[in-house]
Nanobody, 130 residues
Framework: QVQLVESGGGLVQPGGSLRLSCAASGFTSDYYSIGWFRQAPGKEREGVSCIKSSDGSTYYADSVKGRFTISRDDAKNTVFLQMNSLKPEDTAVYYC???????????????????????WGQGTLVTVSS
């Protein structure tokens, strides 16, 4: 069964850190671009960060540059999102998605492409609040 399963969300105080995990199964993820997306209540889904193993490319949204780091462990078929210096505006449901065709830029930065991404996870809630 082809799937992505996110974990690691929770409640954290402003300035704190969380690490999200996206575990892939049923397919060889090292040939895919994999990314993290988030959606806050009443807002559009946003591409946060994407990574592609085959060329080492990464993408970060301006809102998270310098605070979030994406990485992947292909041996474990898992992608991580290390989130530091969290802010209340980072509160959202975080989803991971995978696709074999898109570049990281096209995958993350162009919302028109989100509907075409091949695989989506179920999401994990991150709440940043004191």
């Amino acid at each position: 069964q082809v799937q992505l399963v996110e974990s690691g969300g929770g409640l954290v105080q402003p300035g704190g850190s969380l690490r999200l995990s996206c575990a892939a199964s049923g397919f060889t993820s090292d040939y895919y671009s994999i990314g993290w997306f988030r959606q806050a209540p009443g807002k559009e889904r946003e591409g946060v960060s994407c990574i592609k193993s085959s060329d080492g490319s990464t993408y970060y949204a301006d809102s998270v540059k310098g605070r979030f780091t994406i990485s992947r462990d292909d041996a474990k078929n898992t992608v991580f999102l290390q989130m530091n210096s969290l802010k209340p505006e980072d509160t959202a449901v975080y989803y991971c998605a995978a696709d074999p065709l898109f570049t990281v830029q096209a995958m993350c930065a162009l919302p028109v492409n989100y509907r075409y991404l091949e695989i989506w996870g179920q999401g994990t809630l991150v709440t940043v609040s004191s």
